[in-house]
Structures are given as structure tokens and as C-alpha cells.
């Protein structure tokens, strides 16, 4: 093995320090998260969505963890009808985001709207992707259990949608 100079040595050191402390910053990064949005449709109001694909799944684990959301209810697993508006975050350093609009009826999503705010171009697409198929995977489905897999091929958006939906069902609950 070629043996470096003392001042290629430092040069490696501190690059690889820095790959390590760049590591140690984002490792925490990049978890998806949401909160309600304080904005005029926030808990009223109907809105309609056109719709496509699949991939949601109804699973027992709803789970309201709270530690994410600003808010201080809790998942009750029993909803008041309404429409509901939530902020969900994500990317490896939260810079994209969409804003989820979930309209409940009888315990049922029974109509959704997702806008995107992409940071770049890759984010765009997969999030255009999600927007065009959400309605057709979550439309009809129970609130309660409602749980979407890796829609579109979106992932971390998926992630930040069903962190959302934490959310909205604590600010549906009765």
C-alpha cells in the first residue's frame, strides 16, 4: 500500500471527519413529520379530486404518536365529518413539504387533496406522481385504519402523507 506524505495525511483525516460529522448532522434528518395547518380551510369546507392507482392498506396500528404534531389531542378513533388540512415534511433535511387536505364523511376519506412543494426537480416529479394517484388509493377507505404503502414510487412522500394523516385523525377525533 502507498504510503502518504504527512500533509496528504491531514488532508484524508479531515475529510473523512468531516463525512462523519456531516453524517452525525443528518442523522436525525429526513424523518417525515406534520402538523395542522392554521389556514382558512383548516376543519371545514368540501373540495373534489380526480383519481388513479393503488397502494393503500388498512392497518390496525393508526398510531397517533404525537411527538411530531403541535397539536395536543389524541386519536380517538371516532370522527367528526369535516375536512381537515395538515402541513406533512420530510426530505433529508425537511425541505419538501405538502399540504393534505383529508375530507371525512361517516368515518370514510371520502375526498383528498394533496399539494406539493417540491425543493427540486426529482422532488417534483415524485410528488406529481403522488397527486395524481392518492385520491384513487385513499378515497372510500376508514380513516381509523388507513395507512398508505409506497404510492407512485413516491416513498418519503408516502411517509409525509401518512404522518398527515396522524395528524388529521387527531383533529377529527370526537
Known amino acids: 500500500m502507498a504510503r502518504l506524505n504527512g500533509r496528504s ?3 484524508a483525516s479531515m475529510a473523512a471527519l468531516g463525512l462523519v460529522a456531516a453524517s452525525a448532522l443528518l442523522a436525525g434528518c429526513g424523518e417525515p413529520s406534520a402538523v395542522p395547518m392554521d389556514d382558512e380551510y383548516a376543519g371545514s369546507g ?15 396500528s393508526s398510531a397517533a404518536s404525537g411527538s411530531e404534531a403541535s397539536s395536543s389531542k389524541t386519536d380517538s378513533g371516532r370522527y367528526k365529518d369535516g375536512t381537515y388540512a395538515v402541513k406533512g415534511e420530510y426530505g433529508p433535511v425537511g425541505e419538501d413539504t405538502i399540504d393534505v387536505s ?13 399539494v406539493g412543494h417540491p425543493f427540486t426537480t426529482i422532488s417534483k416529479k415524485h410528488q406529481d406522481a403522488f397527486i395524481k394517484a392518492i385520491p384513487g388509493v385513499v378515497k372510500g377507505k376508514a ?32
Request: a negative charge; proline letters at 0%; glycine letters at 4%.
Open 143 to 174: 380513516l381509523k385504519t388507513l395507512k398508505v404503502d409506497k404510492v407512485a414510487g413516491a416513498s418519503w412522500t408516502s411517509e409525509a402523507f401518512n404522518k398527515a394523516l396522524e395528524v388529521a385523525r387527531e383533529q377529527a377525533s370526537e
Open 102 to 114: 383529508v375530507t371525512v364523511s361517516s368515518g370514510l376519506v371520502s375526498d383528498v387533496q394533496v
Open 46 to 60: 368540501d373540495e373534489s379530486s380526480s383519481a388513479a392507482s393503488s397502494g393503500a392498506s388498512d392497518s390496525s
Open 9 to 11: 495525511q491531514r488532508v
